[in-house]
Nanobody
């Protein structure tokens, strides 16, 4: 079973950038879907970006399009989320998730079977 470990969270000011990493420990899969979610207290976990392992196709929620970039380094078995022009509303706990060997890439949290522990991102105005 693969384990996911996020890093890179922190506190930044609005307009600044931050890159999150999600290292996958264990089997490396040649297919499936990986994603970044975020959650604030009292709200549901929101999928903000996902990537299809293999094709590299990416999907973003509207609020982060043009500002965030999801990528994966297969050699390092690591998922990244580059965040630019951060806004106070981007503050949340960010989670990476994986759905190994799946042939589709859903935005629904229950689709993903492996989750990281989360990393906090704070954005001050």
């Amino acid at each position: 079973q693969v384990q996911l470990v996020e890093s890179g969270g922190g506190s930044v000011q609005a307009g600044e950038s931050l890159t999150l990493s999600c290292a996958a420990h264990g089997p490396s899969y040649s297919s499936g879907c990986m994603a970044w979610f975020r959650q604030v207290p009292g709200k549901e976990r929101e999928n903000i970006a996902r990537i299809v392992i293999g094709s590299g196709s990416t999907f973003y929620t509207d609020s982060v399009k043009g500002r965030f970039t999801i990528s994966r380094d297969s050699a390092k078995n690591t998922l990244y989320l580059q965040m630019a022009v951060l806004k106070p509303e981007d503050a949340a706990i960010y989670f990476c998730a994986a759905a190994p060997m799946r042939t589709t890439c859903s935005s629904v949290p229950s689709f993903f079977t492996v989750w990281g522990q989360g990393t906090q991102v704070a954005v001050s105005s």
